[in-house]
């Protein structure tokens, strides 16, 4: 069956960094772009980075843009979110998300 599993989050101070991982299985994960998605307490799910399912081309909102990195690894069915100078209100659960399939969330708390 379809699974993401999203790996990698945790408690960091502010200005660290932290690398997310999803790893897939159960479809074509070459043929599909890849999104991460947040949801801070009491807030709306964001968007928070795309890459596209060749890898050649990432989208970022501006609340993260030039902090998180999306990458793939189309050879192992893996996609990672390098997120770097993290703030407090990077603070939230982290989904791995392709078409309609989604992971369980990790969750990354960033707190001094």
């Known amino acids: 069956q379809v699974q993401l599993v999203e790996s990698g989050g945790g408690l960091v101070q502010p200005g660290g960094s932290l690398r997310l991982s999803c790893a897939t299985s159960?479809?074509?994960?070459?043929?599909?772009?890849i999104n991460w998605y947040r949801r801070a307490p009491g807030k709306e799910r964001e968007l928070v980075a795309t890459?596209?399912?060749?890898?050649?081309?990432?989208n970022y909102p501006d609340s993260v843009k030039s902090r998180f990195t999306v990458s793939r690894d189309n050879a192992n069915n893996a996609a990672h979110l390098q997120m770097n100078n993290l703030k407090f209100e990077d603070t939230a659960v982290y989904y791995c998300?392709?078409?309609?399939?989604w992971g369980q969330g990790t969750r990354v708390t960033v707190s001094s």
């Open positions: 998300n392709a078409g309609v399939n």
């Open positions: 159960g479809f074509p994960f070459q043929f599909y772009a």
């Open positions: 890459i596209t399912a060749s890898g050649h081309a990432t």
